[in-house]
């Protein structure tokens, strides 16, 4: 059986954990990164959900820029972290953003960039 290392800062043991938050991103001893996106699509719905029921009589602009300063910032937060991750969630992702755009009155969402562009440019 391999034996565990302890380490310390000063005289305190840092305790072993299998996940830990750190600068807002939740990271796993193996890298999986589901429960960071499942985190981030939950306060994304909740948010959008908020900034719907907020400018339910709001133009077509104001509900497109509260999407964008609001919710995209969201979903995009850590993703050059967990954007390798995105295939099992992507689409997830993306329902996010077409939920805006039907809200925001069928705004055609093609002249948008997509979020998976966007992680795109991030990461060069």
Known sequence: MKERISYYFGCQLIPDVSVFKYLGITVRCELNWSDHVNHKLRKAWKTLRFVMRILKKGNNNAKHLAYTAQ??????????????????????????????????????????????????????
């Open 71 to 124: 919710v995209r910032t969201i979903l995009e937060y850590g993703a050059v972290c967990w954007d390798v991750y995105r295939e099992g969630r992507l689409s997830a992702l993306n329902r996010v953003q077409n939920r805006e755009a039907k809200y925001a009155n069928n705004i055609n969402v093609s002249g948008w960039e997509t979020l998976a562009q966007r992680r795109l440019i991030a990461r060069i």
